[in-house]
């Protein structure tokens, strides 16, 4: 299971952490990984000038924002399978 953790903090959410929240839910099951992929909410993972934080199992925290997610999803999580 990979376990993706998003930044709900008030800067994150700020720049739309939601958004990207809903957008990785949409991938999950548009590609039927909801057995493989677990999105969970986090506060602060200390990035907090650059777009919404997110951590893929205990990894480096990177930044993604709306405009990139697909990308990020396609580079970060479908390597893990």
Known sequence: MVTIEVCVGSACHLRGSYNVINAFKK????????????????????????PVSVRIDEGEVQSVSED???RFFDENVMKRF
Do not use: M, Q, S
């Open 68 to 70: 990139n997610v697909e």
């Open 27 to 50: 991938i999950i099951d548009e590609r039927n990984l909801n057995d493989k992929v677990e999105i969970k909410a986090a506060f602060c993972l200390g990035n907090c000038t650059k």
